[in-house]
T-cell receptor, first 111, second 114 residues
Framework: RKEVEQDPGPFNVPEGATVAFNCTYS??????FFWYRQDCRKEPKLLMSVYSSGNEDGRFTAQLNRASQYISLLIRDSKLSDSATYLCVVNLWGSASKIIFGSGTRLSIRP | NAGVTQTPKFQVLKTGQSMTLQCAQD?????MYWYRQDPGMGLRLIYY???????DKGEVPNGYNVSRLNKREFSLRLESAAPSQTSVYFC?????????????FGPGTRLTVT
């Protein structure tokens, strides 16, 4: 089982729709979580950090479920410009410090 | 403000050749990282440097060496390139190591080994 798993997609949704995807992680010692966005042939850029209490940034909402070991990303009122690959990132700190990227979920927004 | 810069952007090597990928950041960050990204896989950490003067292996260090030349610069060397090292290489930096701080990425180097 991969340490961080994402549905590769592609998710193909119409403009204005709401779309959500999850990312599961296997190590319960994981301590910080992020969503990054990567456009085709570009570098990843931070979309948002994921806090225990959940957080919202405009049309984007991220949540953490420690009991079930997953994080989620919800995009409301999707725009054409939201088309990208979304990577989840999990950090473990301490003696076995690790940073693990998921392989990404591709999202395509159609007009 | 350039952020993280990488050179070269593209490179083609023959098997057995060597090369160094350069990375520099101007954000006064303490920590720097090298990743590779292959199709269908997430970014995998090759090496990282918590602070100037220290380097540590990540998940896939075999076949690579690194140098943290100073606080700004972190280079990745392939001593004897192999086709399995064909990949996109990203350098990144953050204020502190493996923490809740955001990582900033360079534009990447697309390397093909024939």
């Amino acid at each position: 089982r991969k340490e961080v798993e994402q549905d590769p997609g592609p998710f193909n949704v119409p403009e204005g729709a709401t779309v959500a995807f999850n990312c599961t992680y296997s190590n319960s010692a994981s301590q910080s979580f992020f969503w990054y966005r990567q456009d085709c042939r570009k570098e990843p850029k931070l979309l948002m950090s994921v806090y225990s209490s959940g957080n919202e940034d405009g049309r984007f909402t991220a949540q953490l479920n420690r009991a079930s070991q997953y994080i989620s990303l919800l995009i409301r009122d999707s725009k054409l410009s939201d088309s990208a690959t979304y990577l989840c990132v999990v950090n473990l700190w301490g003696s076995a410090s690790k940073i693990i990227f998921g392989s990404g979920t591709r999202l395509s927004i159609r007009p | 403000n350039a952020g993280v810069t990488q050179t070269p952007k593209f490179q083609v090597l023959k098997t057995g050749q060597s090369m160094t990928l350069q990375c520099a950041q101007d954000m006064n960050h303490n920590s720097m990282y090298w990743y590779r990204q292959d199709p269908g896989m997430g970014l995998r950490l090759i090496y990282y440097s918590a602070s100037e003067g220290t380097t540590d292996k990540g998940e896939v260090p075999n076949g690579y060496n690194v140098s943290r030349l100073n606080k700004r610069e972190f280079s990745l060397r392939l001593e004897s390139a192999a086709p399995s090292q064909t990949s996109v290489y990203f350098c990144a930096s953050s204020e502190a190591l493996l923490s809740s701080y955001e990582q900033y990425f360079g534009p990447g180097t697309r390397l093909t080994v024939t």
